[in-house]
């Protein structure tokens, strides 16, 4: 039972333009969202999160938006540049301290 | 600051062999993890722990022993290992409201190549 899904496993992007990544969840008790990024043969790096009571979190180029009633959420990167290219995480945390990923998404920024 | 450090970075081992995987960390960090990483499934939790001494189920942690005696130090042990635990393992760790209440930011490794033959 996948409760945190990112139902694109790629995207291409030419750069200058916007990257949209997007993220589907089950529970509605998440308290926070968290994106991280990912190279390869590196570990996932922290990118950007959001609390459950908010709706926007912005971050120089990364904003995060959380539309609670959809349960869904996307982080947006404008503009995309060829460094933005890895696979992006989606993750929720669950109260006790688990966090649950999403199966990510391989973002491409061509020049 | 190393972080957390993984070891060892790859391994090859038999059906049937055991094996331990080290995971260190030096933030004095509360919470520690063991992910998997495979091929359309994302990062899935194997075990976890908040805290010296204890450990908990994540979402797949059949096949797999873990032990949490030293606070820095977190083992992932596979004692009878098969070609479905081939994978690649990622241990993080984070201290409770890192990033924020409720937040909880996690600091991976590099990662641990496994392949079971």
Known sequence: DQQVKQNSPSLSVQEGRISILNCDYTNSMFDYFLWYKKYPAEGPTFLISISS?????????????????????????????????????????????????GQGTELSVKP | NAGVTQTPKFRVLKTGQSMTLLCAQDMNHEYMYWYRQDPGMGLRLIHYSVGEGTTAKGEVPDGYNVSRLKKQNFLLGLESAAPSQTSVYFCASSYPGQGGPGANVLTFGAGSRLTVL
Do not use: M, W
């Open chain 1, 53 to 101: 009571i908010k709706d926007k979190n912005e971050d120089g180029r990364f904003t995060v938006f959380l539309n609670k009633s959809a349960k869904h959420l996307s982080l947006h990167i404008v503009p995309s540049q060829p460094g933005d290219s890895a696979v992006y995480f989606c993750a929720a945390t669950v109260t006790g301290g688990k966090l649950i990923f």
